[in-house]
Structure formats: C-alpha cells, structure tokens
C-alpha cells in the first residue's frame, strides 16, 4: 500500500479509536472495523480480482477506504451504504482525504433496500459491517447478488458470536457455500460461493 495512504488510514483508526473511548452510546460510536479484518478483507478483494464490490455499514468510511484502494487496483468500485446521513458525509470527506473517491459510491440509505435493488449474480464480495440481528432477513437477498465464486464476509463473528449464531446457521446450512470463521481482528466471518445450488 502507498505510505501515504498507510498513514491517512491509521491516522483515521486513531481518531475512530479517540471517539469512541468515551461513549456508552453504541450507536454514537463509529466502530471502525480493525486493521486486521479490513486488510483480509481487502486480500479476498485482490486474490478474487473482484469488481463490484458492496459494503453495507460504511460509518466515516474507514473500511471502506481499505476496499476502495483495493478495487482502485482490479479496476473495480465500491458501492458503500450508510443509512445516517452524517456519516454519509463524513465518508465522504475521509474517501477524499485518502485519494481514493473516484473509486466508490456512498450511498445514502438502508442495505435491505439496496440489497432488494442489486441484480442477480452481479456482486462479487459483500460485506457485512452493520446491526448484526438485521443480517438473517438480508440472507435470500444476498444469496441471490453473489456471483458464482462471490464471497460474503461478516466483522465481529468472534465479538459478537451469539448474535451472528442464527446468521452463521443459514450459510452453513447452504450446500454452495463454503463457510470459514477466521480469528483476525474482531472476527471475520466468509461464505464463498463455491459450487452450483442443488
Ligand atoms: C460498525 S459501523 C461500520 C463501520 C465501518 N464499516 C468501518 O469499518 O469504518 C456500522 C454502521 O452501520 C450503519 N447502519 C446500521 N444499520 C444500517 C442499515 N440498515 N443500512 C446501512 N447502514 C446501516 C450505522 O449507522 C453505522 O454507521
């Protein structure tokens, strides 16, 4: 990665850090995801060579920067979807800050409706990064986005297990994906679309 983007992106996570150090409030913190999560994240991106790209729960964009630079090498772009519109802006702002605008749409709104919104077979990795109870209602909806060979990944399995359980159950339960819990910042869950539905 370019140092100085390094630099943008871990004076970010400082500042995510600083923020929400004080808050009780869950919701007002911004929850930035860990370096570590963000950095595998972005690997999948790399390796899969993935194009189209959908991160639900962008907060200040501090994921999605790490997606963006990612996608900026595969010739891609990043859809990002924040349902507070301040944290839109803030996105906004942080995305430029870090040179990586060009390469991502924030968009202003809630992930089921965007989800509903999507083409079939048309996203090559989501991810998941926002009110985790909400995810088994977005499972049909993101079955039917992955392309063949898409991956789903999920922040806080390993934080928040019980609360991702019944979401973890369904993918599992699903015979064309491979699913796979890997120990890496807060925990990041992924389901790869590996073979043809029965
Ligand atoms: C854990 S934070 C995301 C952190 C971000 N991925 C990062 O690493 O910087 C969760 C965010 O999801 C947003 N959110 C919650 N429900 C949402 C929904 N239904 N659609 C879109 N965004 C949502 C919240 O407002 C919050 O900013």
Known sequence: MDPQLARVLDDLYQEGRAHDG???????????????????????????????????????GYSAI???????DTGGRL???????????????????????????VVHGDGADVLAKTADGSVDLVVLDAERP??????PRLR???????VLAVDNAVSHREQV????????AAPEFSVQLHEVGDGVLTAARVREAD
């Open 134 to 139: 909400a995810y088994v209602e977005y499972w």
């Open 66 to 72: 790490w997606f963006a630079d990612a996608v900026r």
């Open 144 to 150: 039917r986005v992955l392309k063949p060979y898409g």
């Open 22 to 60: 004080p808050l009780a409030d869950r919701l007002l913190r911004l929850r930035n995801m860990t370096p570590d999560a963000a950095r595998l994240i972005a690997l999948l991106i790399h390796v899969g060579r993935g194009t189209s790209v959908l991160e639900i729960g962008t907060s200040n």
């Open 165 to 172: 359980a019944d979401f973890r159950e369904l993918l599992t």
């Open 79 to 105: 859809t990002t979807v924040e349902i507070d519109e301040t944290r839109v802006a803030a996105a906004l702002r942080n995305l430029e800050r870090a040179g990586v605008g060009a390469h991502v749409d």
